[in-house]
């Protein structure tokens, strides 16, 4: 019976053109796209988010050093993420990433590496400058960093997941071919039906991810033992996205990787965090947690 529902699912795929979705907010003089406002209402909530944290007791920084946060976490999220994209994903034949060596493109910023509209966004790369951002300020502000990032670590996946739904609302990084029931046909890619992956992606690396911080900074005493929540987030994540990878279709530039090992790009970057998370949440769990009324900084 499963494989008779398989089958005529697979017949009959959803054509993702047939659900009316548009890139952008027509404004008139531009497009206000969906995947720039997920950015925008990511990084607010988390400023939100962590300025309703830093209220409880425990807090490990004053809001000023939240707001400094705020600033340096967004330009770390979009350098990062674009410089790690250019790094890990775009080929060249001279060894040199292209999206640095390629000026083709058209209009007044011809340079591939500035060309954000273009698309083009590492996970990992973003998370390396986000990283940057988190120890510059704790330096700055002579801050524990593991503590500070465990409180930035609560209202990232928001982000993840209001950026997956924007990837999906765009046609963009679409799954494998696949018959479930509930496979997508994108126009951007060709007539197979594939998996809707970025929806995937939205459930776990954001929803579930998500749900797991919120609850267990709310509910639990993890704020107490630094380097949990970072720990977790860390391991949740890169678990989540080994996970959604075996699912996503594998940038063409990089096929070549997954055949000859098995494992897409994303996965190989993944590894580091799944093993770094598992390290840090057993470090956190068996140091003494700090007490309760432990002050925060001026």
């Known amino acids: 019976m499963l494989s008779l529902l398989a089958a005529s699912g697979a017949a009959d795929p959803i054509q993702w053109t047939s659900l009316g979705l548009k890139p952008g907010i027509e404004l008139g003089f531009f497009t206000l796209r969906y995947y720039s406002l997920a950015y925008l209402l990511g990084v607010i909530f988390a400023y939100w988010h962590t300025s309703k944290m830093l209220k409880q007791p425990g807090a490990p920084m004053a809001q000023r050093h939240a707001d400094d946060l705020f600033f340096y976490c967004t330009l770390g999220v979009i350098l990062g993420g674009r410089l790690g994209y250019a790094a890990f994903y775009t080929g060249g034949d001279t060894g040199i990433p292209s999206a640095f060596t390629d000026f083709s493109g058209d209009g007044f910023v011809s340079w591939k590496l500035l060309r954000l509209w273009d698309g083009g966004m590492s996970f990992h790369g973003g998370l390396m400058g986000v990283t940057a951002a988190m120890a510059f300020v704790a330096w700055q502000g002579k801050l524990n960093f593991i503590r500070v990032v465990d409180y930035v670590a609560v209202g990232v996946p928001m982000g993840m997941l209001l950026g997956r739904l924007a990837n999906f609302v765009n046609g963009e990084l679409w799954g494998r071919v696949t018959d479930v029931p509930w496979a997508m046909v994108f126009p951007g890619a060709d007539d197979l039906p594939r998996h809707p992956s970025q929806l995937y992606q939205a459930g776990l690396e954001g929803l579930a991810m998500l749900v797991i911080m919120l609850c267990l900074f709310w509910f639990t005493r993890a704020r107490y033992r630094p380097g949990l929540l970072a ?68």
Not at 244 to 271: C, H, K, Y
């Open 231 to 298: 720990g977790v987030f860390t391991l949740g994540m890169g678990i989540s996205r080994f996970v959604n990878e075996f699912f996503r279709e594998p940038d063409q530039q990089l096929a070549d990787l997954v055949v000859r090992t098995g494992l897409s790009m994303g996965q190989w970057l993944t590894i580091p965090l799944i093993l770094t998370g598992l390290i840090v949440v057993i470090y956190a769990l068996l140091k003494k947690p700090l007490a309760a009324g432990t002050a925060a900084p001026a």
